[in-house]
């Protein structure tokens, strides 16, 4: 639901790496995020998106960085989805959350930053930051809503996550 930061050719910070459509946060629509926004979106866009990755691609003097995913065993993978749809489904609290993040930590711990988990950890550290209900998120123990609605983003670190508020949308 719009969590990748894009500028309005659907760059993003990292070099050759575009997004456009549901995964896309260009702050175009706010927090009202309905499917025919991101259709609206995705065409719009998308045509922006390709237009200018395009024309960077034919810039392009070097190769640019790749990041190779590790392999994560297959009962790994499925004991991840099973987690984060249990703790980090649609309703969460504290307590699942919690116990996913420390789940999460020893995994990478184990098997180094794999995309997979990186992705779970972001998605998990984010529910248990918000200490509020609003749109998608639920938390049953944070029923009601924080005034005013405010917007965040989260970056990554070396060994960390990062929060710090997201500057191009104005709280509502």
């Known amino acids: 639901m719009g969590g990748v930061a894009t500028d309005l050719d659907g760059r993003t910070s990292v070099p050759g790496l ?5 995964c896309a946060s260009t702050g175009v629509h706010g927090a009202n995020r309905l499917a025919s926004n991101s259709l609206l979106e995705a065409a719009v866009f998308g045509r922006r ?3 200018a990755a395009r024309e960077e691609m034919a810039d392009l003097s070097q190769p640019l960085p790749s990041i ?3 392999d994560l065993p297959d009962a790994l993978l499925a004991d991840l989805r099973r987690r984060m749809s249990r703790d980090a489904g649609v309703v969460r609290d504290r307590a699942g ?3 996913l993040v420390a ?11 794999a995309l997979a988990l990186v992705a779970a950890r972001l998605v998990a550290s984010a529910a248990l930051d918000r200490r509020e209900s609003r749109g998608a998120h639920c938390r049953a123990d944070y029923p009601g809503l924080i ?4 917007h965040t983003s989260i970056r990554t670190a070396p060994s960390s996550v990062q929060y710090a508020p997201d500057l191009r949308v104005a709280a509502a």
């Open 18 to 22: 575009f997004a456009v459509g549901e």
């Open 49 to 51: 998106a390709g237009v």
């Open 68 to 70: 190779a995913p590790r």
């Open 97 to 99: 959350l919690g116990e």
């Open 103 to 113: 789940w999460l930590d020893s995994q990478t711990a184990i098997h180094g930053p």
């Open 147 to 150: 005034e005013p609605a405010f």
